[in-house]
């Protein structure tokens, strides 16, 4: 494994071979992240990597383009088939990318855009002052409630009605139920906003029905393609018809330039698993896993934000069990499961130590592991907790998360 690396860079190649290692042997829990598929990986290390294409199919700056033209049109074809949208570009280089460039498209610095706070699950690039959305733009935010810590529509509404932003954003990094687009779109219409949804986390469970779609309701839908899509990293921008032209204008030329073209391609290949019937398979068990992950953790006394999830992911309160989230964190590392300490709707520490931990089930879904496992992990996370000083009980459950990795190996054949 590795060898033409080994014979250039053989610190480079130690790296690559014990992240493998890492990966193979421990519960990767991080609600972001996901294992590729052999077959995106390797178009991901193809030869496509060597060129330019700036601009558009048929349309570019450079020569030579037929065939990444055509890899390019067919990422472009299954997004919108997969999420029955009417456009879709597929050339944001992330998240984040295409999230500006659905704000610039249709808004001036300065104007006011309105998103859940990302101290109540919202993202980054939804106007938090540090990043370009808070920089650029007159930056609002909604919150959950503090009984049910799930979104109050009408308290929304009525922030809206008072402040009018210009555009309404929707979508979370770590709000584990649904949306309600419906109320959305009403409360965008109300104000004449744009309505952009984010849905970087839920895509995979969108394309695969087990979550319902935003894209009938939104101006604008963006997304990443990794997460639940278990794709390449990358971005993605689904709108309507008539608001089309101004986002393909403004990723390219006004935020890139050349795309990564083997990574659109590896879009593609991603579209193409997600069409496949046992993806809707995987979707459900992504969904069933995280049920079950967490209606054993509440059976052992740990508090789930708004009780329970509708989607992927698990937001755990750890303050009643005396930690921190970045304490909890720590104690899951070194029993063998990946997390992120993560804050709480009204948390009362720092984003830097928080109250809480993120759980998510893709990447455990992807090696096969069901809710017979999640019962298991979560014996192995409440042994933590409770064995904090115990160096001995500590490594056995280490240990256990091992022999589960062992049980459900990833990428068996590679070298």
């Known amino acids: 494994m590795y060898d033409q690396v ?46 330019y294409a700036e601009g558009y199919p048929k349309k570019r700056y450079y020569g030579g383009c037929v065939h990444v033209d055509e890899a390019e049109m067919l990422a472009k074809r299954r997004a919108m088939a997969l999420f029955g949208a009417e456009r879709a570009n597929v050339q944001p280089h992330s998240g984040s990318t295409a999230n500006m460039t659905a704000y610039l498209a249709f808004l001036k610095p300065g104007d006011k855009i309105l998103g859940l706070s990302l101290s109540h699950g919202g993202h980054l690039t939804h106007g938090h002052p540090v990043n370009f959305s808070g920089l650029l733009f007159d930056a609002l935010h909604y919150e ?36 309600d687009y419906e109320k959305l779109r009403s409360i965008a219409d109300e104000i004449d906003a744009i309505l952009m949804f984010d849905m970087a986390h839920i895509a995979g469970l969108v394309a695969g029905g087990v979550h319902p779609s935003p894209v009938p309701f939104c101006d604008v839908v963006t997304s990443t393609t990794h997460k639940t899509l278990r794709g390449p990293r990358g971005g993605l921008v689904l709108s309507r018809k008539d ?30 698993e997600c069409m496949q019937g046992d993806f809707k398979l995987y979707a459900k068990s992504m969904v069933d896993n995280a049920k079950a992950l967490g209606d054993a953790l509440m059976e052992r006394g740990f508090h789930l934000v708004s009780g329970g999830t509708d989607n992927h992911l698990l937001l755990v309160n750890v303050a009643g069990k005396g930690l921190t989230g970045k304490a909890m964190e720590e104690l899951l590392e070194h029993v063998g499961i990946t997390c992120n300490k993560n804050t709480v709707p009204f948390d009362k520490e720092s984003p830097f130590v928080t109250s809480g931990v993120r759980l998510g089930t893709p990447a455990l879904t992807t090696r096969g592991m069901g809710v017979e496992e999640m019962g298991r992990i979560a014996h192995i996370i409440d042994s933590a907790v409770q ?9 056995a459950l280490r240990a256990e998360a091992e022999d589960l990795c062992q049980s459900f190996p990833l990428y068996p054949g590679m070298a």
């Open 243 to 272: 608001k089309f032209k101004a986002i393909n204008k403004m990723n390219f030329p006004g935020i890139q330039g050349g795309p990564l073209m083997h990574v659109v391609a590896a879009k593609a290949v991603c579209f193409q």
């Open 387 to 395: 064995n904090q000083e115990n160096q001995d009980k500590l490594d």
């Open 6 to 51: 080994r014979q250039v860079d053989t610190e480079i190649a130690d790296i690559l071979e014990a992240e493998l290692g890492r990966q193979r042997n421990q519960l990767e829990m991080i609600a972001s992240e996901n294992f590729t598929s052999r077959a995106v990986m390797e178009t991901m290390g193809s030869t496509l990597t060597n060129k």
């Open 144 to 179: 959950v409630s503090p009984d049910t810590e799930t979104i109050d529509y009408d308290k929304l509404r009525t922030q809206a009605l008072a402040e009018r932003p210009k555009m309404l954003v929707g979508g979370a990094s770590a709000y584990p139920r649904f949306w």
